[in-house]
């Protein structure tokens, strides 16, 4: 169900960031067009109430304007986090330049700098504490219900909630003998993967699928919406913290946690970063790193492991070989040295430069002197 937009301002300035909106966001999903609409509201706001005189593109400035702007960004109460102060200024500056082609306005792309984007906060790995995570399961599994037993999906394959409640009736894929994986489809990255699953989850999805009411045979998910796609991840939300209230964790728990408590499990189960980048459907390593927490106790289990593989140290000389009880005559080493001949000129060859290919011209002579002078001791 399509949800309903709210209206831009009325101000003179609104057909036109309403316009280049829709330009930059033609092949953009419709929530990225909600953050454009928003942006021009917030802007367009701001300007109608501190400087109502401004009614044309060619009488904004960057100051006082566009300073007062971010400004009010960072002053916004309750504060921003940097991440929705980047949103707005990066969807507002898109839109500056794709006005200042438009409109042929080129003052227009210098009313922001790049240097007016925040920068990211700094986001610490959020994974569950070992204790935490076990009490959680467990009023999970105690409780036995359609949330629970999805919530229990979401911290056993590291899904994001999202890309759950988008999952088939039919997710799971047979891969081997024995083996399962779960397709994960487009999700926030707009990518798709199987992840490897264990005989757990394929019993968690066949719990999924006997729960799904009588009247859902026509819906092709296996969590069914029902009132609308934006219901399901609140009552999930909901359900997480009732569990983790019922069992005396005071902390804010939410699902994304369960993606970071996954990764971090793989990790110091022995899966390889790159295996769990791919696990998680990132794109780089660094935003896998965000997941991961490291303690001391890894480093210490790392560091003792690989002292007891010391593959860092130069290996050993190899043993000198034992001489051997066959007679090499005279017609072996000719045929050795024919075989050093042909190697040598297949290598001269193929390089380019003429002063290299003399010196291999010489070495070729000499071997053709050495078998001569060995033709001669066999004769």
């Known amino acids: 169900m399509k949800s309903k937009q709210l209206p831009l301002p009325r101000h003179p300035l609104t057909r036109f960031f309403r316009a280049a909106a829709e330009s930059v966001s033609t092949s953009l ?28 593109l060619d009488q904004l400035r960057r100051d006082p304007h566009l300073i007062g702007w971010l400004a009010l960004l960072r002053s916004h109460n309750p504060p921003l986090v940097a991440h929705s102060r980047a949103r707005y200024v990066i969807h507002l500056r898109r839109m ?38 076990q009490l959680i399961q467990q009023e999970l599994w105690r409780r036995n219900d359609f949330l629970s037993t999805a919530l229990l999906l979401i911290r056993h394959t590291g899904m994001r909630i999202g890309e759950c409640i988008d999952l088939p009736v039919d997710c799971l894929r047979p891969i081997g003998l024995d083996q399962w994986a779960i397709h994960v489809p487009l999700g926030k990255l707009k990518t798709e993967r199987l992840v490897p699953v264990d005989s757990l989850v394929c019993q968690l999805v066949d719990r999924l699928r006997s729960m799904r009411p009588p009247n859902a045979s026509s819906d092709r998910l296996l969590l069914p919406r029902g009132r609308g796609r934006w219901l399901l991840p ?4 909901d359900a997480l913290r009732d569990a983790a209230t019922a069992v005396g964790i005071t902390a804010r728990i939410v699902p994304h946690q ?30 896998t790193l965000h997941y991961l927490e490291i303690t001391q106790a890894d480093l210490q289990r790392e560091y003792q492991l690989a002292r007891t593989h010391p593959r860092h140290l130069v290996p050993a000389l190899p043993a000198p070989c034992a001489p051997s009880s066959t007679v090499l005559d005279p017609t072996v080493i000719l045929n050795s040295l024919q075989s050093a001949q042909h190697v040598l000129e297949m290598f001269r060859r193929t390089l380019p430069e003429e002063a ?24």
């Open 29 to 56: 999903s419709e929530s990225s067009v909600r953050c454009y609409r928003g942006t021009i509201r917030h802007f367009l706001g701001y300007l109608g109430t501190r400087y109502p005189q401004v009614r044309s």
């Open 96 to 133: 500056f330049d794709e006005l200042a082609w438009i409109q042929q306005l080129p003052a227009l792309a210098r009313l922001l700098d790049p240097d007016d984007i925040p920068r990211k906060e700094h986001c610490l790995p959020r994974p569950l504490t070992p204790e935490q995570d």
């Open 234 to 237: 609140i009552r999930l939300r």
């Open 258 to 287: 369960f993606r970071h408590t996954y990764a971090t499990e793989l990790l110091r189960a022995g899966v390889t970063l790159a295996a769990v980048m791919k696990l998680l459907g990132h794109k780089t390593p660094h935003m």
């Open 356 to 379: 290299t290919r003399r010196l291999l011209d010489r070495l070729s002579n000499r071997l053709v002197k050495i078998s001569a002078a060995i033709r001669k001791l066999n004769k």
